[in-house]
Each structure stands twice: as structure tokens, then as C-alpha cells.
């Protein structure tokens, strides 16, 4: 069987598919690859069903060899990716041959890139997907954790001699420019409020939406943590509740904390609302230090961005 070597793992490199749905009453994370623009992106390129597990690189820094040629695609972070030090441009197909060596380097835009071969990676699921959680010790390999230099990914690679892996091999295919990221430009989020915005000031959200924030160093698959001006409220807590994907919780110090795929499933923050989901994946990609600032979506509008999103890609949710 084909298999991909971990030469180097780089920061933190990771196994993930669209995520494990449905799993909240039992106490874990649903997982998933963080940036969904980016991974649907590569699985597409590659004619991959859109639940193809690939490797999530959060900061690059890692390198790949395969026993096999394979067809690959490179999406998210542009990690000035190279093979045998020949550059190899994101967003698009391209063959990776045996021995070759695949590296990446810290990335030039953006936080996270993620790397797709066409077939996928072959790895046992646990409820319905390999997305690894290592906070919930679930998915991934050797139960959860971040790849290691010398593991060994087992790949589900097309037959040689069908049309479609000469093709792939052969010619390579690109996302056009128009959907491709800028993740050095501004960033905005809009944000669909819930019923505890209530609890909030007409003043305090005049000041949420009216500011801008930094991304914080305190910030990873769980979720974003903000610096910048503080929201004041009376009410420090509630009675600990399911959190949505997207959560804005505001702590007792005032500064939000907005919640990614691997969050906990129960929180007694109080909730402004949530980030859009078409949005969460720009935030996905935003260093510490990138600023962002918030305005108020409208529900039926994001809704319909969600569900073109979602169709095209021909995701069930």
C-alpha cells in the first residue's frame, strides 16, 4: 500500500476531514479542518468526495516523501512549498513522484495550509471521521495526536492506468484567481447576534462593532482570543450551555473569545452571537496580530452564502 513519510512535522500537522457531527452530548468536539474554504478547494481539485481527509498544517515548517507517484493539491497559507527545492504554486494540482521531497516553509500569507492527495488518506475512523482532536485523544492516528517524524500515511491511490489519474497527473488543474483568498487583506467578520445580546449595552455593542481587534498569541484550534478594547458587562456568567461553532463568549475581563471546531461542548460565558460560518474560515487563516473588526450580519443573506457554499461543493449540511 501507498504510503506519504513524515520527514519533518513541522508546528502542528494534523489529520482532518470535514468533522465529526453530531457528537456534542457525548462531550466531544466535532474537529474538522478549520479553514473549509481551503479544504473544499484541494478535495475538488482532486475529484475527491468532500469528506477526503488531508493534512493541516498550522505555521508550515513541515516536509512529506511518498513510496508512490501521487497526485497532490496545495490550498490555505501559501507555505512557499517546494519539491526537491522547485517551488510548487497553492491552489492548484500537481504530481509529487517517488522520492521526491515535498517541503514546506513558514508561511508567506496566512496560518494554515492544508495538503490533499487525490484517492485521500486511508485511516481507521472513529464516529464517522478521522478528523483528529487532541484535546478528546480521538482521530488521527495513534488516538489523536499530532503527526511525528517517521510516521507512515497510508494512501488510497487510484489505479495507474485509469483516465482520470492520467489526466490529474498530466495536467494540472487550478482554482481561479477570483476565489482564491487575500489573507493579507482587512479582515471583517459578521456576526449573527443570539438572544444573550440582550445582555449587553446598546453601548457596549456600539463599542464591539464601532472598534477594532488584534488577534491574540492565545489563539488555536479550540478558538481566537482578541486584544483590544474591553465589553463591560453586569452579568459575568450564565448557567453553562451548549456552544455553537463560531460562539463570541465574553469572559470577565471583557475581551471576546470567538470558538473553532475543537471548542468545548458546554460554556457559561455570555454569547454576543456568532461569526457567520462562511466567515470562520478567514479567521482560520489570521495570525496573531492580524486586526479584525465585526458588523452585523443579515441572517437570511449569510444563509443563502452558506447554502451556494454548500452546494457547490456538494456538502450534506
Request: proline share 5%; glycine share 10%.
Amino acid at each position: 500500500m501507498a504510503a506519504l513519510e513524515v520527514v519533518r512535522a513541522g508546528m502542528l500537522t494534523l489529520l482532518q476531514d470535514s468533522g465529526r457531527l453530531g457528537v456534542a452530548q457525548l462531550g466531544l468536539s466535532q474537529g474538522g479542518a478549520l479553514d473549509m474554504h481551503a479544504y473544499c478547494w484541494a478535495n475538488y481539485l482532486l475529484g475527491n468526495d468532500m469528506s477526503c481527509s488531508q493534512l493541516e498544517m498550522t505555521l508550515g515548517q513541515a516536509s512529506f516523501k511518498s513510496d508512490h507517484d501521487i497526485v497532490c493539491a496545495i490550498t490555505g497559507a501559501d507555505a512557499a512549498a517546494t519539491i526537491d527545492g522547485i517551488p510548487v504554486k497553492p491552489w492548484q494540482t500537481f504530481c509529487l513522484s517517488k522520492g521526491s521531497l515535498l517541503a514546506f516553509n513558514y508561511p508567506r500569507k496566512g496560518l494554515r495550509t492544508y495538503l490533499a492527495v487525490k484517492g485521500g488518506f486511508q485511516c481507521k475512523p472513529m464516529m464517522d471521521s478521522v478528523s483528529t482532536v487532541v484535546r478528546n485523544k480521538v482521530g488521527g492516528i495513534d488516538g489523536g495526536r499530532a503527526l511525528l517524524v517517521g510516521d507512515m500515511l497510508p494512501m488510497i491511490l487510484p489505479s495507474s492506468k485509469s483516465e482520470s489519474h492520467v489526466r490529474y497527473a498530466h495536467k494540472a488543474l487550478y482554482v481561479a484567481p477570483r476565489f482564491i483568498p487575500d489573507y493579507e487583506a482587512p479582515l471583517t467578520l459578521r456576526v449573527i447576534e443570539s438572544y444573550q445580546h440582550t445582555l449587553f449595552s446598546e453601548h457596549v455593542k456600539a463599542r464591539f462593532y464601532s472598534n477594532s481587534y488584534r488577534v491574540s498569541l492565545q489563539c488555536d484550534r479550540m478558538g481566537c482570543r482578541l486584544d483590544g478594547p474591553n465589553l463591560n458587562t453586569a452579568v459575568n456568567g450564565i448557567i453553562s450551555e451548549g456552544i455553537a461553532y463560531g460562539a463570541i463568549q465574553i469572559p470577565p475581563n471583557g475581551l471576546p473569545i470567538i470558538l473553532f471546531n475543537d471548542r468545548q461542548t458546554l460554556g457559561g460565558y455570555p454569547k454576543l452571537g456568532c461569526v457567520a460560518r462562511i466567515d470562520m474560515a478567514k479567521l482560520a487563516q489570521a495570525a496573531p496580530g492580524k486586526e479584525v473588526q465585526f458588523l452585523r450580519g443579515n441572517l437570511e443573506e449569510l444563509q443563502q452564502e452558506w447554502i451556494q457554499f454548500s452546494r457547490y461543493f456538494g456538502l450534506p449540511y
